[in-house]
């Protein structure tokens, strides 16, 4: 980090990521968990209800370059996450995953898929969904009731992870 912001990718003049977590206002439905390594909101680019953003803080392309305290806490948060996520909406799964591509900062999008969804709505032809941007998925209200209800279950419970000891 460069100072308290943290520092855009080589490649871009500036990062959403990094604007999104150190805006002056939350964003839409809040900030699910928040400390000075991880963030975890709604997924950013989509109001889909059960889908949730988990991103660094910090300013880094690449799992590779986690620094320890980050890759210690890691797991135990994505664990977290994954039990909201299945208390919320009473999930049998969630999905998880992470490519980097069009956005140069460590984030994972993690999400239930939705109750009652037939097996050819679930897994693989639901991400393509997501990736594609599909419309019919998007409710932004839901997804802010949703996310409410996800903020108190994490605001119940102590901090998912414990301090790491740094040498």
Known sequence: MSGSR?????????????????AP???????????????????PGLAVPGWLALQTVRHIATFAELDEPEALTLGPLLRE???????ATGTDRTYTYALGESV?????????PPAGADPDSRGG?????IF??????IDA???VVLLAKIAAL????????????CE
Do not use: M, Q
């Open 6 to 22: 943290p520092t855009p990718s080589a490649t871009t003049e500036t990062c959403t990521l990094c604007d999104r977590v150190l």
């Open 25 to 43: 206002t939350p964003p839409p439905g809040g900030w699910i968990h928040r400390d000075h390594r991880w963030a975890v909101s709604g997924h």
């Open 81 to 87: 996450v994954s039990r909201w996520l299945h208390r």
């Open 104 to 112: 140069r900062h460590v984030h994972l999008l993690v999400g239930a």
């Open 125 to 129: 032809p639901l991400l393509n969904r």
């Open 132 to 137: 594609g941007r599909d419309p019919t998925l």
């Open 141 to 143: 209200d839901g997804s």
């Open 154 to 165: 994490a605001a119940g419970e102590p901090k998912p992870y414990p301090a790491p000891r």
